[in-house]
């Protein structure tokens, strides 16, 4: 009976495998995740567009090419006057214009804005890549909790299938007991009633593992796959020392490494905004031809065709003080970036010490599960055997049947708490996205 025991409670998960020709491992879930979310899509989205926009020409260092044209055409009543005597009057006169030209120009200062416009233009598109990869992170700390919310409840139902093999081991004893009048009825049927509290357990427990389930596919949104089960078995990676948790912390978190950046954006506003109070110089060059004709009048015809160039040179001196506070809400922005980064330092500390602590606890927690499981189990053994020998009675084997079924749970429920802690710490050390 011993060796059925553990043969349902550590080996159940090869029978799944055997049973399920889909099984959905861990890796590929990610891999899915990846591929199809709707949230890493949209980011991945927003990511390229800071890419496209971080140019030249968005910057400004880039000249400036027109080309245009236009044409009118008016009948009038004309009457001229000239200093000769001579005069003209006259209706529908016809007159017509017709212009085309082609201008460029080029900003060669801007009191440094393109620079540092050019700046923060780069800048974007760091914090669009980080971006993308904290919506990955979160994706994937969502997927992996889910993932392995499942692992544990079939682990719970695989717990419950061999507590319910000795209820009905308990139902056969009882049954023979019976037979050579040596039992009674109470001891019978309350083997029944234990073994429908667990078929109901049972029940419930799988309609949960169906919620995991879907929660699972709107994760990866995979449709289509929708027959498949998880691995059944739970693994631990080793971590490092809380020393090393605070130095990646500071390195690679994803959420501080882009606070940090927002510091950066703001001073390069800053900066934009202060140009407005430089001077700004320009060239132009041109190109056109403009032709006028009239019916009447001292000049009939009018043609003109060539090219021009020319600069303009700016410099507002007073502006209301409309850059001043400009300026002076932007610099409040930037201690608030700045507090913000110190915010986020202050509370990744302490998520981390809480975290890593937990982690600890849950550790030592999980081996001494793994120890209480064996005893209940044997517990278990030694009283259905003793039942057989009638040495035992029924309330010694539910009590120790019971324990068993609680080693159960809360084995399972270490497990999972050890991989939830791990999770969390390898959020903080930006793990999860290499």
Do not use: H
């Not at 245009?68 to 009543?77: I, Q, V, Y």
């Not at 995979?222 to 089960?229: G, N």
């Not at 000049?299 to 409309?322: D, H, K, P």
């Not at 202050?346 to 606890?361: E, F, V």
């Amino acid at each position: 009976m011993r060796k059925l025991f553990f043969f349902l409670f550590f080996c159940f998960p090869i029978m799944l495998v055997a049973q399920v020709n889909d099984v959905l491992t861990y890796e590929e879930a990610v891999a899915l995740t990846l591929k199809n979310n709707y949230d890493i899509l949209i980011a991945k989205n927003d990511a390229e567009i800071a890419i496209v926009e971080n140019n030249l020409g968005y910057a400004g260092f880039l000249p400036k090419l027109d080309i245009n044209s236009g044409g009118s055409l008016a009948n009038n009543r004309t009457k001229q006057e000239f200093s000769s005597g001579a005069g003209v009057n006259k209706s529908g006169v016809v007159s017509k214009n017709i212009n085309a030209g082609a201008l460029l120009s080029y900003t060669l200062f801007d009191g440094f804005k393109m620079f540092a416009t050019k700046a923060r233009l780069a800048l974007l598109e760091e914090q669009g890549a980080m971006n993308l990869k904290i919506q990955m992170e979160n994706t994937l700390e969502q997927l992996t909790l889910n993932y392995y919310q499942m692992v544990k409840q079939e682990q719970l139902i695989k717990g419950i299938l061999s507590a319910m093999s000795v209820s009905d081991e308990r139902i056969k004893l009882a049954q023979k007991k019976l037979q050579i009048g040596s039992g009674s009825n109470v001891e019978l049927l309350q083997a029944k009633l234990d073994l429908n509290a667990q078929k109901s357990n049972l029940i419930l427990q799988r309609s949960i593992l169906k919620e995991y389930k879907n929660n699972l596919i709107l994760i990866m949104q995979e449709k289509e796959k929708t027959a498949f089960m998880v691995d059944t078995n739970f693994y631990f990676a080793p971590l490092a020392s809380i020393e090393e948790i605070r130095q990646r912390m500071e390195t690679e978190n994803r959420n501080l490494q882009y606070a940090k950046k927002n510091i950066l954006v703001t001073e390069q506003i800053i900066k934009e905004i202060k140009s407005q109070s430089l001077p700004r110089l320009g060239v132009s060059s041109g190109y056109g031809f403009n032709r006028n004709s009239s019916t009447a009048g001292f000049a009939l015809f009018t043609q003109n065709l060539g090219y021009n160039v020319g600069f303009n040179f700016t410099w507002n001196l007073f502006n209301g003080y409309i850059v001043k506070k400009q300026v002076q809400v932007a610099q409040l922005q930037l201690q608030n970036n700045r507090l913000d980064v110190d915010r986020i330092q202050s509370s990744l500390y302490a998520a981390s010490n809480t975290a890593y602590t937990r982690w600890l606890g849950d550790k030592e927690t999980l081996l001494l599960e793994e120890e209480n499981i064996q005893l209940a189990e044997q517990s278990l053994y030694i009283m259905l055997e003793r039942m057989k020998l009638g040495l035992g009675n029924y309330l010694e084997t539910k009590e120790s049947q019971s324990s068993y079924e609680a080693a159960i749970t809360r084995l399972v429920t270490a497990r999972y708490n050890l991989k939830e802690s791990e999770t969390r710490l390898k959020k903080i050390t930006g793990d999860f996205i290499k």
